[in-house]
């Protein structure tokens, strides 16, 4: 008799306190899955080139991977060399986004630009930024100018698009309300077309962000721009194995961040927006 | 009538524009590196013979089509995989969000020392490799935001696990899935091209690089051009595809968005 209130007083918080520490569970499990999952990766590669299953002139031991990236980070060169992409990648970048944002507002909202833009757009767009490497080389040579006009090139065009979706996507009745309202062109693009607008140059930003890091990679690998792709090219031609991998875990590391980043800068934007609208509505 | 001269003054009017500007700034042109256009088709059928085109054109766009094809093979197959074991893609995430991130042209070099540069099976293993991860990661994402309702209909209606996954998995996730291939098709493209920039070789952009450091400069522009034909007539193929095989999503989305 004097147990039932012990058994009794559970059930009545227990209903949703086990689900919520199973669902914390499971993503703690994730969490210890995806670390397992890369252990067995850099441990399968190990044993792979440790046992010469694979030849361990062409892939080197996970370890001596990882010793060669710890030397590299006490030298000079490798900061300056990352400091050269990461600045060559954020300046294409930054002026893609701005051209695209531009241009998008103009021609999107200008539905003659629109029409009689659209067949010039969907041809320039896919044509391969690769294609400009020679042209780029007779005009600005090893120059940072040539990563920049690749990457500007590749990255403007994801960013054009969805802008022009996005300002395609504006509510007609918001609009119109605000032209009745007496709103001049400036107020609406910044306080109607820019709010749709947002999602889309935010989705715009993470494309661009990785494009940008493959074309100013590619730049620098092929062309010989300054920065790290360069400093894999000369790793590799001078048969330094494990410093190629090293490099090359470090770029794909800055490929994972800018990922995050960009991604992180998205979530918040689309907080942002769905919040707006749950309020309104 | 006159609604089509409209419509073709829309399709065609800028760009007829633009290619009569570049025709007319170029005309007198004496810069090396901006030839005249008049110039840059007078080359073109001279430069791209059919000598060129069996032994430089066709060998690239073979190794972009089986590469391709490869990473939509496996990426399919493996996404799938991934996709439905929720223990597997917990295991598998944060590599592939690794592999995903590497930019695909330092696989090159990577490659390089394992198959040489020469032959055609390190280019092949490149495209294929830097295709893979967009087509892999959107399998993966397009098979575990099917929904639920779909998945549990077809178990009461007791279909096979083949059935299932070939009539309600795969046609749920190829959305998706064309997603991944269109951003893979276009870092095929770059990485056709660039794979065949180191040591010597043949190919399309082997070709214009060579070129380009003989200072043959309108043969350069013409493949310039060439390649950039070849983007657009890929994208052009790939959207005719996708149409076909997605009309049903199309017509879907068409109606929820009038609803």
């Given at each position: 008799?004097?147990?039932?209130?012990?058994?009794?007083?559970?059930?009545?918080?227990?209903?949703?306190?086990?689900?919520?520490?199973?669902?914390?569970?499971?993503?703690?499990?994730?969490?210890?899955?995806?670390?397992?999952?890369?252990?067995?990766?850099?441990?399968?590669?190990?044993?792979?080139?440790?046992?010469?299953?694979?030849?361990?002139?062409?892939?080197?031991?996970?370890?001596?991977?990882?010793?060669?990236?710890?030397?590299?980070?006490?030298?000079?060169?490798?900061?300056?060399?990352?400091?050269?992409?990461?600045?060559?990648?954020?300046?294409?970048?930054?002026?893609?986004?701005?051209?695209?944002?531009?241009?998008?507002?103009?021609?999107?909202?200008?539905?003659?630009?629109?029409?009689?833009?659209?067949?010039?757009?969907?041809?320039?767009?896919?044509?391969?930024?690769?294609?400009?490497?020679?042209?780029?080389?007779?005009?600005?040579?090893?120059?940072?100018?040539?990563?920049?006009?690749?990457?500007?090139?590749?990255?403007?065009?994801?960013?054009?698009?969805?802008?022009?979706?996005?300002?395609?996507?504006?509510?007609?009745?918001?609009?119109?309300?605000?032209?009745?309202?007496?709103?001049?062109?400036?107020?609406?693009?910044?306080?109607?077309?820019?709010?749709?607008?947002?999602?889309?140059?935010?989705?715009?930003?993470?494309?661009?962000?990785?494009?940008?890091?493959?074309?100013?990679?590619?730049?620098?690998?092929?062309?010989?721009?300054?920065?790290?792709?360069?400093?894999?090219?000369?790793?590799?031609?001078?048969?330094?194995?494990?410093?190629?991998?090293?490099?090359?875990?470090?770029?794909?590391?800055?490929?994972?961040?800018?990922?995050?980043?960009?991604?992180?800068?998205?979530?918040?934007?689309?907080?942002?927006?769905?919040?707006?609208?749950?309020?309104?509505? | 009538?006159?609604?089509?001269?409209?419509?073709?003054?829309?399709?065609?009017?800028?760009?007829?524009?633009?290619?009569?500007?570049?025709?007319?700034?170029?005309?007198?042109?004496?810069?090396?590196?901006?030839?005249?256009?008049?110039?840059?088709?007078?080359?073109?059928?001279?430069?791209?013979?059919?000598?060129?085109?069996?032994?430089?054109?066709?060998?690239?766009?073979?190794?972009?089509?089986?590469?391709?094809?490869?990473?939509?093979?496996?990426?399919?197959?493996?996404?799938?995989?991934?996709?439905?074991?929720?223990?597997?893609?917990?295991?598998?995430?944060?590599?592939?969000?690794?592999?995903?991130?590497?930019?695909?042209?330092?696989?090159?070099?990577?490659?390089?020392?394992?198959?040489?540069y020469t032959g055609w099976l390190g280019k092949i293993v490149t495209i294929a490799l830097g295709?893979?991860?967009?087509?892999?990661?959107?399998?993966?994402?397009?098979?575990?935001?099917?929904?639920?309702?779909?998945?549990?209909?077809?178990?009461?209606?007791?279909?096979?696990?083949?059935?299932?996954?070939?009539?309600?998995?795969?046609?749920?996730?190829?959305?998706?899935?064309?997603?991944?291939?269109?951003?893979?098709?276009?870092?095929?493209?770059?990485?056709?091209?660039?794979?065949?920039?180191?040591?010597?070789?043949?190919?399309?952009?082997?070709?214009?690089?060579?070129?380009?450091?003989?200072?043959?400069?309108?043969?350069?522009?013409?493949?310039?051009?060439?390649?950039?034909?070849?983007?657009?007539?890929?994208?052009?193929?790939?959207?005719?595809?996708?149409?076909?095989?997605?009309?049903?999503?199309?017509?879907?989305?068409?109606?929820?968005?009038?609803?």
């Amino acid at each position: 008799m004097s147990s039932s209130p012990a058994t009794l007083a559970p059930p009545a918080s227990g209903g949703t306190r086990p689900r919520t520490r199973s669902r914390r569970a499971r993503r703690s499990r994730d969490v210890w899955l995806g670390i397992l999952g890369v252990l067995i990766v850099l441990v399968g590669a190990e044993i792979l080139s440790r046992t010469g299953i694979v030849n361990p002139a062409f892939l080197p031991p996970v370890t001596e991977m990882y010793a060669s990236l710890f030397q590299m980070l006490g030298e000079g060169w490798f900061w300056e060399n990352l400091w050269l992409t990461v600045r060559g990648w954020a300046i294409g970048l930054a002026a893609a986004m701005a051209l695209g944002i531009v241009v998008g507002f103009i021609i999107g909202s200008v539905p003659f630009l629109r029409a009689f833009t659209n067949s010039t757009i969907e041809f320039l767009r896919p044509i391969p930024s690769v294609a400009l490497i020679p042209l780029v080389v007779l005009l600005f040579g090893t120059k940072p100018a040539s990563a920049f006009l690749l990457v500007l090139y590749a990255a403007f065009w994801p960013v054009l698009v969805q802008v022009l979706y996005g300002v395609a996507d504006v509510d007609p009745v918001a609009r119109d309300t605000a032209r009745s309202y007496q709103f001049g062109p400036l107020r609406i693009a910044r306080s109607v077309i820019y709010p749709t607008a947002l999602p889309y140059i935010m989705t715009a930003f993470r494309l661009a962000a990785a494009v940008a890091l493959i074309l100013e990679i590619t730049a620098e690998l092929v062309i010989g721009v300054p920065g790290l792709g360069k400093q894999i090219g000369i790793a590799q031609s001078s048969a330094n194995v494990p410093e190629t991998y090293a490099l090359v875990i470090v770029v794909g590391l800055i490929g994972v961040a800018v990922n995050l980043m960009a991604r992180f800068v998205e979530r918040k934007a689309l907080w942002w927006h769905s919040s707006v609208r749950g309020e309104h509505s | 009538m006159t609604t089509l001269l409209k419509r073709a003054f829309m399709l065609l009017g800028l760009p007829i524009i633009l290619v009569a500007a570049w025709w007319f700034a170029s005309a007198g042109s004496t810069s090396p590196f901006w030839p005249p256009l008049s110039t840059i088709l007078e080359a073109f059928p001279t430069t791209w013979t059919m000598d060129r085109i069996v032994g430089d054109v066709f060998p690239s766009l073979a190794r972009l089509g089986i590469g391709f094809a490869l990473a939509v093979l496996v990426g399919i197959v493996a996404g799938t995989a991934i996709g439905l074991s929720p223990t597997l893609r917990a295991l598998a995430e944060p590599v592939l969000e690794f592999f995903r991130a590497v930019p695909p042209p330092v696989l090159v070099p990577i490659i390089a020392l394992f198959a040489g540069y020469t032959g055609w099976l390190g280019k092949i293993v490149t495209i294929a490799l830097g295709c893979l991860w967009p087509i892999l990661l959107n399998t993966v994402e397009g098979v575990r935001g099917l929904e639920p309702v779909l998945g549990d209909t077809a178990k009461s209606y007791q279909l096979s696990r083949w059935r299932r996954l070939l009539f309600v998995v795969l046609p749920g996730a190829s959305p998706r899935i064309f997603t991944g291939a269109r951003q893979a098709l276009s870092i095929g493209v770059i990485l056709m091209v660039i794979s065949e920039l180191f040591g010597a070789n043949r190919g399309l952009g082997a070709a214009i690089v060579q070129f380009q450091r003989s200072f043959a400069i309108p043969q350069m522009w013409t493949g310039i051009i060439l390649l950039g034909l070849i983007g657009v007539l890929l994208a052009a193929i790939f959207k005719v595809v996708e149409n076909r095989m997605l009309a049903w999503y199309v017509g879907q989305r068409q109606i929820e968005r009038g609803v």
